[in-house]
């Protein structure tokens, strides 16, 4: 009788092979993770920048409706403010960092107040943009005249039920400038402007880097 022998043979991993295979799996999920947060970071970032782009651009949206509605650049506010820079009443003064605006003064109705409705010239407020630190406000200098709907407004510091806040405009504001043109595009005097070139640049920390957008607008003046 014959006796018939079978070999079974047996593979598999040996531990070194193991070991290899796990650094690989290792490495290339470090490598994944590393990729992973590179990316998240970036677009992080990328939706920071677009966030402060949209805001600079609100911030001279805001600017540029008041200067619709206004007659010319004031060089000086023409009505007294208790809180003026220094404490001066009248010391408001159109430069690179501070915009008057004499904006067409107006009723609760939205009906222009007219100083001489013969010849259609109105009454105006004065809208003064001035920057504080890293935030830029509106205040507004309310006219004299009965029945004008604006409101005088204050620092907060010296906010009253009668004086509300400045109007907050932008902050992170890392830059902020006016340049004023006349009739013909060249640069000018803010009392003789036709036309205001608004420039701002807000900043803000992220993922401990620094970033920043600017915008930049003209807008030429509509009403006398």
């Not at 079978?6 to 290339?28: A, D, N, Q, R, W």
């Not at 690179?96 to 007219?114: D, G, P």
């Not at 993922?207 to 003046?221: G, P």
Request: net charge neutral.
């Amino acid at each position: 009788m014959r006796r018939h022998t079978i070999k079974h043979t047996e593979s598999g991993f040996t531990l070194v092979e193991m070991l290899v295979v796990t650094i690989i799996i290792s490495v290339l999920s470090l490598t994944l993770a590393n990729f992973v947060v590179v990316w998240l970071g970036a677009a992080s970032l990328s939706n920071a920048r677009t966030t402060l782009l949209q805001s600079a651009e609100t911030a001279l949206d805001t600017v540029t409706n008041d200067i619709r509605l206004s007659g010319s650049v004031d060089t000086t506010n023409r009505w007294p403010d208790a809180n003026g820079p220094g404490g001066n009443q009248f010391g408001w003064t159109s430069g690179t960092q501070t915009l008057i605006l004499a904006k067409v003064a107006m009723t609760s109705s939205n009906n222009i107040i007219f100083t001489d409705s013969s010849k259609y010239i109105s009454q105006k407020d004065d809208e003064i943009y001035y920057l504080s630190g890293t935030t830029l406000y509106r205040r507004t200098l309310a006219s004299t005249s009965t029945g004008d709907a604006a409101v005088t407004t204050c620092p907060t510091a010296e906010v009253t039920s009668s004086c509300p806040a400045d109007k907050t405009i932008a902050t992170g504001v890392a830059s902020w400038s006016v340049a004023y043109y006349d009739q013909n595009g060249a640069s000018t005097t803010a009392a003789d402007a036709r036309s205001v070139q608004l420039s701002i640049t807000l900043s803000s920390r992220i993922n401990a880097k620094t970033i920043s957008a600017s915008y930049t607008t003209r807008m030429v003046f509509r009403n006398d």
